[in-house]
């Protein structure tokens, strides 16, 4: 199924795409404008990028393989007969970009459900000094004495923590269930 431009550019401008994003390119900004040109010019070689961008065609093969490596991109290969060098020209499928946001949506959710649970089920306490938290069992095997300094571990109230987490997992479940995008 192919979509327009301007769809592609919607989908992008999107807070949860852009954080899906960020995490399949390891925070690396500069894979949007690798993105961007791909999608304003749909066929484009690694070394014209690099240009374009005037970014070291290192990094450009980086997030391209990031990209790839999400199934968002895609390449043809062609071997010059002369030099017997490679050239790649590099294209977008950002088709399945809203699966993949949902699946990872999917698991952050599972994640947040787990993490949820342990500290629902679960008495916490801290080393004011460390700041390490550890759970009543760790903290009785410790004597409750902070393993690393020696100070007194204390009490540790997750119940912010819960109401946190309670929230992010309505938004996600939210978003789920009402982005056109996600659909």
Excluded: H
Aim: net charge negative.
């Amino acid at each position: 199924m192919k979509i327009s431009k301007e769809e592609i550019y919607a989908m992008l401008d999107n807070p949860l795409v852009q954080q899906v994003l960020l995490d399949i390119l390891d925070e690396d900004i500069s894979g949007f404008d690798v993105l961007a040109v791909l999608v304003e010019l749909g066929e484009i070689t690694d070394d014209e990028i690099s240009r374009q961008l005037n970014l070291k065609l290192n990094t450009v093969r980086k997030l391209l393989y990031k990209l790839y490596d999400a199934r968002l991109v895609d390449y043809d290969r062609e071997k010059d007969e002369e030099t017997n060098w490679y050239t790649y020209t590099w294209k977008p499928t950002l088709e399945k970009l809203p699966s993949i946001v949902k699946k990872r949506m999917e698991s952050i959710l599972k994640e947040l459900r787990e993490q949820l649970v342990v500290e629902e089920s679960n008495m916490f306490f801290y080393c004011p000094s460390c700041e390490f938290k550890y759970t009543f069992e760790e903290a009785m095997d410790y004597g409750f004495s902070c393993p690393g300094c020696g100070n007194m571990l204390q009490e540790f109230d997750n119940g912010e923590l819960i109401k946190d987490l309670e929230g992010q997992i309505r938004f996600l479940k939210e978003e789920l269930k009402n982005s056109p995008l996600l659909k």
